[in-house]
């Protein structure tokens, strides 16, 4: 953890880039999401783990807006979002990855970068030629490229038949293409190999600092490299928040975990420091 991450987390000082606060949620007779009251530290890297159906993508859900919850409040740089819809959160600096979705599958790389650009550049073109305005767009899907370690030689590629990695890593470059101030990451690893998993680690550790993320993720060494914090879901409610070495040593983290063989809570944890 970083010593101004540390400093703000432990003073409470400052605005939090995300804040919720007694999040619920009920889907019929489950309690999905219980309570929840969640602090983002601006530039932190913060991990949310939890055995499966414990209720994180519902958190996601609810923080990016594509859930209402039944009650509670989400902070946003300490404005009050809770009401605002999904699109409207991403305007006001919360975006979302991994939704495959968000992919045009037929179109090319460069293709799709240009298009997320040109979706959240407002009216900053609209003044402009179109022709200079379309010269800039492309400049700038070529540098968002590179930002994320996408291959130029892909760039005039479909989306659609690029290998598993590299699809992950453009769909986090249309993530970042709104600049977020927080960003939302649900399994990033998810169905990825070996290779390709630190490949995204990597990725994911150079954007530290450029946004505030809150990462969902079952690849244990992931999150434990990568986390400043980490927050333990279990049951629809955060049991446990602290640093990487806190949660190992956490008594109901390893309680929680017990039985679960996917997700074990590492007995090594590499620092990232
Ligand atoms: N739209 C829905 N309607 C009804 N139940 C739902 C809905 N979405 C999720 N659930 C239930 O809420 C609980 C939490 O699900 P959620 O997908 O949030 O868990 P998760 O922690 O993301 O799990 P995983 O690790 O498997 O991705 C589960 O029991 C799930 O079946
Ligand atoms: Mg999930």
Redesign the pocket.
């Known amino acids: 953890m970083t010593n101004t991450i540390a400093a703000a987390s432990k003073a409470g000082s400052g605005t939090a880039a995300l804040q919720a606060r007694g999040l619920m949620k009920r889907?019929?007779a489950?309690q999905?999401t219980n309570d929840v009251s969640l602090d983002l530290v601006p530039g932190e890297i913060h991990g949310l783990i939890?055995?499966?159906?414990?209720?994180?993508?519902?958190?996601i859900h609810l923080l990016s807006g594509t859930l209402s919850p039944d009650s509670g409040q989400l902070l946003l740089g300490g404005r009050d979002v809770t009401s605002l819809s999904g699109h409207e959160r991403v305007a006001a600096g919360l975006a979302r990855s991994f939704q495959i979705t968000n992919i045009f599958k037929n179109y090319t790389v460069l293709d799709n970068l240009v298009l997320a650009l040109q979706a959240c550049s407002g009216s900053s073109f609209r003044f402009w030629r179109a022709r200079q305005a379309e010269t800039e767009l492309y400049e700038q899907a070529r540098a968002l490229a590179a930002e994320c370690a996408i291959d130029a030689s892909l760039l005039h590629t479909q989306a659609g038949v690029l290998p598993h990695g590299e699809q992950r890593k453009v769909e986090f470059a249309l993530a970042l293409a709104s600049r977020p101030q927080v960003l939302l990451l649900d399994?990033p690893m998810a169905g990825m190999g070996p290779d390709e998993t630190l490949r995204l680690t990597e990725l994911i550790e150079t954007m530290r600092g450029k946004a505030t993320m809150l990462l969902?993720e079952?690849d244990m060494e992931a999150v434990f490299r990568l986390a400043d914090r980490i927050s333990v879901?279990v049951a629809g409610h955060i049991i446990a928040t602290g640093t990487a070495a806190e949660i190992r040593d956490n008594e109901a983290v390893r309680q929680a975990y017990l039985g679960d063989d996917d997700t074990p809570v590492p007995t090594k944890v590499e620092s990232h420091a």
């Open positions: 889907f019929g489950l999905a939890g055995p499966n159906g414990a209720g994180k993508s519902t958190l399994e969902v079952h879901l």
